[in-house]
């Protein structure tokens, strides 16, 4: 469970959440919705502990019984995909992946092949040495989206991240989160 506990966040002269106080069950989605510039993505910042030091915020964030408001962002085991896809562009597909695998996979080889199988699970066999820039915008897109997931988060923050695609990609990548939602049980904020 996802619980959201007396939020208050502002900046100066500008209250921008007031007491808001938001329960999500383990593996619901939640959809926020406001006007362009109302807070949506500083809430998703502050829940990721990320929040722009021209903010203030005060109140808690609990995932699965822990408090993690309090926690490093490394910590919060909190995933968040964003309007843009953030691939490192000296890197390869699958150095971009290796960066959020746990580091309990230990071992090249083992890495390696996790990957690779990942990447194959969503269409994107032999991707690994591919470089970002030669990717389509679908592709980029569910390579972020893996990126995200690759780290075994406890909760999945989507910040608008398929905006920018056509709606034919934009459906199919959709149906990927609702696939892997299913799969992992995972609470889903967006």
């Known amino acids: 469970m996802l619980e959201i506990k007396g939020l208050h966040l502002s900046k100066p002269g500008q209250?921008?959440?007031?007491?808001?106080?938001?329960?999500?069950?383990?593996?619901?989605?939640?959809?926020?919705?406001?006007?362009?510039?109302?807070?949506?993505?500083?809430?998703?910042?502050?829940?990721?502990?990320?929040?722009?030091?021209?903010?203030?915020?005060?109140?808690?964030?609990?995932?699965?019984?822990?408090?993690?408001?309090?926690l490093p962002i490394a910590q919060r085991r909190i995933g968040i995909l964003f309007q843009d896809d953030l691939l490192f562009p000296h890197l390869s597909v699958g150095q971009n992946l290796a960066f959020a695998l746990p580091a309990k996979i230990k071992g090249r080889d083992r890495r390696r092949a996790h990957i690779e199988t990942t990447l194959a699970e969503v269409g994107l066999a032999g991707f690994h040495d591919r470089d970002p820039a030669t990717l389509s915008g679908g592709q980029r897109a569910r390579v972020s989206l893996l990126r995200a997931l690759l780290a075994e988060p406890e909760a999945l923050l989507l910040d608008e991240p398929?905006?920018?695609?056509?709606?034919?990609?934009r459906g199919d990548m959709h149906q990927l989160i609702r696939e892997l939602w299913l799969q992992q049980g995972l609470t889903i904020f967006m």
């Open 15 to 70: 209250i921008i959440i007031n007491g808001l106080a938001l329960k999500v069950a383990a593996g619901e989605i939640v959809t926020v919705m406001g006007v362009s510039g109302s807070g949506k993505s500083t809430l998703l910042n502050w829940m990721i502990g990320d929040l722009a030091p021209i903010f203030t915020a005060s109140g808690e964030l609990w995932l699965n019984g822990t408090r993690r408001d309090n």
């Open 162 to 169: 398929f905006g920018a695609l056509d709606p034919g990609i």
